[in-house]
């Protein structure tokens, strides 16, 4: 089974960019959502996913990244998902992941998309021993 990319982030254009980077240069497929509920549903309605790259703010109350963490984060851990946040926070604001194993802090403006889809395929790819 190929493991599915989550995209969540408010900023249509960013999105766009990341998922074609994913489908069209490694044929990786991807489900986006533009907030935290839309992101929540995405996720417990696709058992392939693999990965989750969320904004760390995103418009409205209840619709940030830390908000989408914490109610996945059971799920998160027992379907072994690798969740990134991306942030332009300098550190001060990140508090609740520098307290959480296994999420990868990116911060924006991504500078590399390239490089930065291309390391997270290599997390999807089955290794030798066949887990990801």
Do not use: W
């Amino acid at each position: 089974m190929d493991k599915v990319v989550l995209i969540v982030d408010d900023y249509p254009d960013l999105r766009d960019v990341i998922r074609d980077y994913f489908d069209l240069l490694h044929g990786v497929r991807v489900v986006t959502a533009s907030n935290a509920k839309e992101g929540i549903s995405a996720f417990r309605g696709n058992l392939e996913i693999g990965v989750i790259i969320c904004d760390r703010r995103m418009g409205g109350p209840g619709l940030d990244g830390e908000d989408l963490h914490c109610a996945l984060a059971d799920e998160i851990r027992e379907r072994a998902v690798h969740f990134v946040l991306l942030h332009a926070d300098d550190g001060f604001e990140l508090d609740y992941f520098n307290q959480v194993k296994d999420v990868t802090l990116v911060q924006k403006p991504l500078h590399d998309i390239d490089g930065f889809v291309g390391q997270i395929v290599q997390r999807l790819r089955p290794s030798p021993s066949g887990t990801v």
